[in-house]
Each structure stands twice: as C-alpha cells, then as structure tokens.
C-alpha cells in the first residue's frame, strides 16, 4: 500500500484544516487506518484512528471534540477533519495503514501499523 497525506499548511490558531490520506496499489477496505503527528523536537504521538468498517474511531485526548477522522473507502481515502486548531497542534501529520482481519480493530500504537505516508506539515500560528 501506498500512501499520500496532503493537505497541510499554514494556518492561524483557531482556523481549520482538512487532511487527506490517498491511497494505491491494495483497497483500503481491508485496513484500519490511522493518524500520527511529530512536533518539533517530540516523537511521534498517536492522533486518531479509525477501524476498517468505520465503526470503532479513537483520538488522543488533546485533540478530541476538535478533530475528525473518516475515511470513505469507495474513494480509497481517508480524511481528518481539523478544527479550532492551537499552535500545539503543529507537527507534520502522518497517515498510517496495516491490514486486519477484524472489523472492529483499532491500532492505537505506531507499532501497530506498517505502511506510513509521507507526511504532511501543518503549521498554526499563533
């Protein structure tokens, strides 16, 4: 699977931003998809994430009631939905797959995932 985030940018703090996460070469309905951000000089957090049917979703308590992750299989993509944003929100934001068999799975940890996207900036002023 491959992967391509865009839709990054520079923002000021309370503006929102829309994510997207394309992917090729398999149907993503057979992964649970997730979102991971870096920060300047931190490590790589857990965003979101979303089970292959949908149904089972998780945030990082920062972000929660302010960030939305979807995904639209038929389109092979999957989406965050960010609003509000705040300056700690800054980071280069990563999508992630890795296939499961299970509808419901949910992986909460990068360890979880074996297909990365290249990432992309998002930058809140502030």
């Known amino acids: 699977v491959q992967l391509q985030a865009s839709g990054g940018g520079l923002v000021q703090a309370g503006g929102s931003l829309r994510l997207s996460c394309a992917a090729s070469g398999r149907t993503l309905s057979s992964y649970v998809m997730g979102w991971f951000r870096q920060g300047p000089g931190k490590e790589r957090e857990f965003v979101a994430a979303?089970?292959?049917?949908?149904?089972?979703?998780d945030y990082v308590d920062s972000v929660k009631g302010r960030i939305t992750i979807s995904r639209d299989n038929d389109k092979n993509t999957v989406y965050l939905q960010m609003s509000s944003l705040k300056s700690e929100d800054t980071a280069v934001y990563y999508c992630?797959?890795?296939?499961?068999?299970?509808?419901?799975?949910?992986?909460?940890?990068?360890?979880?995932?074996?297909?990365w996207g290249q990432g992309t900036q998002v930058t809140v002023s502030s």
């Open positions: 992630a797959a890795t296939f499961t068999l299970m509808d419901g799975y949910l992986g909460l940890d990068k360890n979880a995932y074996r297909y």
């Open positions: 979303i089970s292959r049917n949908g149904v089972n979703i």
